[in-house]
């Protein structure tokens, strides 16, 4: 489940990806990470010496930060050229881009392209994947289908509205992208689709219908995508991260006050490894279902979240 200011419970967001949950301990840092800046820019590192994506194009929406916008920058040091989707464009991640070290001449637009799109609009779609291929070719070999319209609500209390929303970006969007990236994989022979799913597609949460019930919607797309797209020589498989520290966690503990210690507490009483995780290890764990490395894996799913889902906590003995 996202990380969520309660007075943002409808956030919507197609460029943009995070994880959540439940959960304590002392606030622990991933080498190059602060946790407690103010700011939170994927770590950026270098070209790789031997890239597992090297002449592969690679679509990835929700890229404008979050998830998307640390997939898309791994993708690239791994020598793929990226399409990045957001409604607003995804102009930072193009920037950052830039930074990587060893990328030729520096040249973020030579690798990636910043493609303004709304995937709940077919139209929209039909004209993000003709400009790809005007500048890419007509071939394609990843798709990541990361994009997310984020509304935290129970039955009880969600519009129609709210269900028509969350479907139109979560579902639909997600299938009609896949559909219109199809034929560039049938194009190439072969492909990888990566679904990000959650947590939330496996565990019940409190006031979260409307989110668990399409990241559940998203895992099972994701299983039959992988049986009915097997004859194309493409692979399916999701991502399901669990509390992650995106820009959003930032916006929650400034809503409540948290410091980012207090907040990490409330987040990691379930979670194993007593930390919460980043987007980089959400972005290395989609790279290896995009990579050649996952060749004999489709119709899988591979939970990134520090042993949350299979955490059981017992309340203590307060003798």
């Known amino acids: 489940m996202s990380a969520e200011p309660a007075a943002k419970r409808q956030k919507a967001d197609n460029g943009a990806g995070a994880g959540a949950g439940a959960g304590a301990g002392a606030a622990k840092q991933l080498r190059g990470f602060d946790h407690g800046t103010s700011t939170f820019p994927p770590q950026v590192g270098r070209m790789s010496r031997e890239p597992r994506l090297a002449g592969k194009v690679c679509f990835v929406t929700g890229a404008s930060r979050g ?7 791994r993708f690239v040091e791994e020598g793929g050229k990226v399409v990045m989707l957001s409604r607003g464009g995804c102009d930072e991640t193009l920037r950052l881009i830039g930074t990587i070290d060893g990328l030729p001449n520096g040249d973020a637009d030579a690798v990636a392209l910043s ?3 709304d995937i709940s609009d077919e139209a929209s ?3 993000m994947v003709a400009a ?3 500048k890419f070719g007509p071939k394609a070999h990843v798709l990541v289908n990361n994009a997310a319209l984020f509304v935290f609500k129970s039955v009880e209390h969600a519009t129609a ?3 028509d929303r969350t479907a139109a970006v979560n579902i639909k969007g997600h ?4 559909k219109h990236v199809l034929p560039m994989f049938k194009a190439a022979g072969q492909g990888s689709v990566v679904f990000q799913g959650s947590i939330s597609s496996f565990v019940a949460q409190p006031n979260c219908c409307t989110y668990s019930t399409v990241k559940g919607a998203i895992v099972q797309m994701a299983r039959n995508c992988a049986f009915d797209l097997a004859k194309y020589n493409v692979r399916v498989n999701s991502v399901c991260a669990g509390t992650i520290e995106t820009p959003i966690s930032r916006t929650e503990r400034k809503a409540h006050g948290w410091t980012f210690e207090e907040w990490q507490a409330l987040k990691i009483k379930d979670v194993m490894l007593q930390r919460v ?3 980089r290890e959400i972005a290395n764990a989609t790279l290896f279902f995009a990579s050649g490395e996952s060749s004999y894996c489709t119709g899988t799913h591979l939970m990134v979240d520090g042993g949350q889902t299979s955490c059981t906590v017992m309340p203590e003995d307060d003798h």
């Not at 998830?67 to 920058?73: E, K, R, V």
């Not at 299938?175 to 896949?178: D, G």
């Open 67 to 73: 998830f998307g916008q640390a997939i898309a920058i």
């Open 115 to 117: 493609a303004k799109c």
């Open 125 to 127: 779609i039909a004209a």
């Open 132 to 134: 790809a291929s005007a």
């Open 161 to 163: 509205e709210d269900w």
């Open 175 to 178: 299938a009609l992208v896949t």
């Open 277 to 279: 995780g980043h987007v």
